[in-house]
């Protein structure tokens, strides 16, 4: 229970101490020294007035001069009412006015209160007389008013208001916290019953569980909101209760409920434009909508669009709904509050310069993106080689191409570096012949070329993968110092297996040359040897290790 408590109890002190510092310094400078304000119409522009305030109401303004600046003619007003107020309890007061050279003085109970001058009718724009008696009649309410406020009968009935402020505001934390130690409970049913295909479509990456909390925490601001206002409204209206504190109590209400009203104004005020951007947003979505089951259809074969490929579908779908999400947002950005401020300008500013400045290497392989889907020369499915990379192609991304490798492994380009790398793709169909696999070796001049030619073409014919038509063929790539280099190139149409097949097609080489009895040559060698080099006894499938395991058995 402290743990539920704590939360509110921290508000409560610091609004408690907000609120003495505010009363310490705000009922200081309006009661004792009230602010200068500049004259209305009709006074000089050197010349300012002050309020005469008291008990926190606006009785009249006063001017000033240089030899009594207004904020201390108003104070000296003002202490002579609470003066006066304070020295008889009587419920009325009379109010007479005395003529003088300087002006008309006002007196209550015999004593002067304050003078209307000239400078004083003239700033109000009135006649003397007219002025002084107005005057005199906001003193006569002020200091009754003052006197009425200050008996036992209005302490009582104020007390009993704050007490009954206090009851309700009790009734308030309590309801709050109900809520509090329910909503724990309900949001995780709620969440379980109502949002199960959330978690589903998700597959399960985004638990009940966490949505529930981020559901809790959004009401628990909500609550704690609430109970701001309820405690700053509490605190306001006891304060409003009593004479001393009404003057603080009127300055807490107007520091929240003005800008309360100006916002719900503003909200207010604000719902054409709403109205508006819920209209651009609907036809967004709608077009959005309309697009996505047209490229179902083409991707479904609907719709025949001739070289269309299935495989630009998305992508182009997705190209498609920012340019509509940017004219949108083209149409919405005059409808959207402070968009005509010079921040919210100076703010897109900032973000461009920090896109342009910042992501050029971001916007290079988004464009090398679209190119290498576009493009045609890379699908998925691939094979293809890029530098010293092989791998199937598996991903195409605005960003980057995703290849397993051979060997099974994830390798991620930068499409940048696509578009700027010889691609060699061993998938693609240049004609019907397919790829030409080739390999080299290097066969002394002493062997005769039709023979080894003949072994180069048999072994091509052994192995699975190449091609009988068109047949294998042999170049002659160089004549070398010691041996002549054989090339033997045979079609294959089974580009994602080479490997293999050059590696079965090696493993035929050796074969045939070895039943033959011709040595392939090494790179360099200083002599011939007295015997070839070829194996001369068939492999019996035993290693030697496995020969030593088992005479340790035996």
Do not use: C
Request: no cysteine; aromatic share 10%; charged share 20%.
């Amino acid at each position: 229970m402290a743990r539920q408590f704590k939360p509110f109890l921290l508000l409560v002190y610091f609004l408690t101490a907000l609120a003495s510092s505010l009363w310490f310094s705000d009922v200081v400078l309006a009661q004792e020294t009230p602010a200068e304000s500049p004259a209305s119409d009709g006074a000089d522009s050197d010349s300012f007035v002050a309020p005469v305030i008291v008990d926190g109401d606006v009785l009249f303004q006063v001017r000033g001069s240089s030899a009594l600046p207004a904020p201390e003619r108003a104070e000296d007003v003002q202490d002579m009412i609470i003066e006066i107020a304070e020295a008889s309890d009587a419920l009325t007061v009379e109010v007479t006015y005395e003529e003088t050279e300087f002006g008309i003085w006002t007196l209550a109970d015999g004593e002067r209160v304050s003078i209307v001058t000239e400078a004083d009718a003239e700033l109000d724009q009135m006649e003397l007389s007219v002025l002084s008696v107005l005057h005199g009649n906001a003193i006569k309410q002020s200091i009754e008013d003052y006197r009425a406020n200050r008996t036992e009968r209005a302490r009582v009935s104020g007390a009993i208001e704050a007490v009954a402020w206090t009851v309700g505001f009790v009734a308030f934390v309590v309801a709050i916290l109900w809520v509090h130690r329910r909503i724990r409970r309900k949001t995780l049913k709620f969440v379980s019953r109502h949002l199960r295909d959330v978690e589903t479509a998700t597959a399960k990456s985004v638990q009940a569980e966490a949505i529930a909390a981020l559901v809790r925490y959004g009401l628990n601001f909500v609550l704690l909101i609430i109970f701001f206002l309820g405690f700053y409204y509490y605190l306001s209206f006891v304060l409003l209760a009593f004479a001393e504190t009404r003057y603080f109590a009127q300055l807490l209400l107007t520091y929240l409920t003005e800008p309360v009203l100006l916002i719900f104004k503003g909200v207010i005020s604000y719902i054409p434009n709403l109205i508006m951007l819920g209209l651009i947003s609907w036809v967004a979505l709608y077009i959005i909508k309309g697009m996505r089951v047209f490229f179902d259809a083409v991707e479904a074969g609907s719709f025949d669009m001739g070289d269309f490929e299935k495989h630009w579908v998305s992508p182009t779908f997705n190209i498609a709904r920012v340019v509509v999400i940017m004219i949108a947002l083209v149409f919405a950005v005059p409808y959207i509050p402070g968009s005509d401020s010079a921040a919210f300008q100076g703010l897109t500013i900032l973000v461009g310069a920090m896109l342009s400045l910042g992501a050029n290497s971001v916007v290079s392989n988004m464009l090398a993106g679209l190119f290498v889907i576009y493009r045609r020369s890379t699908s998925i499915g691939d094979r293809i080689q890029i530098g010293d990379h092989i791998g199937d192609v598996v991903q195409i991304k605005l960003m980057e191409t995703h290849l397993k490798s051979i060997k099974n492994e994830l390798i991620s380009i930068p499409n940048a570096q696509l578009m700027n790398s010889d691609v060699v793709n061993f998938s693609k169909k240049t004609d019907g012949s397919g790829l030409l696999l080739h390999t080299t070796v290097g066969i002394g001049y002493e062997e005769p070329p039709e023979k080894v030619e003949a072994m180069l073409i048999e072994a091509a014919n052994r192995t699975k993968g190449i091609k009988a038509k068109p047949e294998p063929f042999v170049l002659w790539t160089a004549l070398a110092d010691y041996a002549i280099n054989y090339q033997i190139n045979g079609y294959t149409t089974r580009g994602s297996i080479i490997p293999k097949i050059r590696s079965d097609l090696h493993r035929n080489i050796v074969a045939v040359f070895n039943e033959n009895s011709v040595q392939i040559m090494t790179p360099s060698y200083m002599a011939d040897p007295p015997n070839p080099k070829i194996p001369t006894e068939h492999w019996d499938g035993h290693l030697a290790h496995e020969t030593h395991e088992d005479a340790d058995k035996s």
